[in-house]
């Protein structure tokens, strides 16, 4: 079966619609478990992105933003990313920790590690959605946390992969617990051959 290219994006994103909304359900079900109160969640935005739009996609380069990254290893490699507002990061972090929102000060070393599980747990959540769709088995290394402006946090997974790989998988998750709304952008950023792999496992190659 011969497809063109708007064919087979077209397949493909649907594949990562339902990819979306697995991780999504399946990282919203952990947090609700960590934090033992029911959160709700809206429909997932899915779609494949450019390394280069996303600056604009987080609200522009300059805006600043707490960073979780983590590296992928197994049959497919690359990164995890989660970029989230300084304002999500702390209302996240209040829920986990039952504590309340005073202010937008730096985070605690509490606070950090809390992030850093948080981020641990919801790339295990995504990275089972995608074991599951595609029968790949992947390792997901120790989180790094960063506190930078969009576009710094973004330099390391583009200068990995500007010669090799510039295409991202975008999940924005939005996420309410009562009154509070929480926004987390969700990047998976394979090499080439990796991306190659998901599509002809995806059934779209």
Do not use: C, W
Not at 20 to 46: D, H, Y
Not at 64 to 90: K, R, T, Y
Not at 123 to 145: D, N
Not at 155 to 165: D, L, R, V
């Amino acid at each position: 079966m011969n497809l063109s290219n708007n064919e087979m994006n077209e397949m493909y994103l649907d594949v990562l619609k339902e990819l979306g909304n697995i991780g999504t359900g399946n990282a919203v079900s952990a947090l609700a478990m960590m934090i033992g109160r029911k959160i709700n969640m809206k429909v997932p935005v899915v779609k494949m992105v450019n390394l280069q739009e996303v600056p604009e996609i987080l609200g522009g380069a300059e805006i600043p933003v707490v960073g979780i990254l983590l590296n992928v290893e197994g049959d497919i490699e690359g990164f995890i990313m989660f970029v989230m507002s300084q304002s999500s990061a702390h209302l996240l972090v209040n829920m986990l920790l039952g504590t309340t929102l005073n202010g937008y000060s730096e985070f605690t070393d509490i606070e950090k590690s809390a992030l850093m599980e948080i981020g641990n747990i919801l790339a295990g959540a995504y990275l089972t959605a995608l074991s599951t769709l595609t029968g790949f088995k992947m390792i997901q290394s120790v989180p790094q946390l960063a506190e930078d402006m969009a576009g710094a946090i973004l330099s390391f997974p583009a200068i990995q992969f500007g010669e090799t790989g510039d295409t991202a998988l975008y999940i924005e998750t939005e996420i309410f617990e009562e009154s509070n709304r929480i926004v987390a952008d969700f990047f998976l950023i394979p090499t080439i051959e990796s991306y190659q792999k998901m599509l002809k496992a995806l059934g779209v190659a």
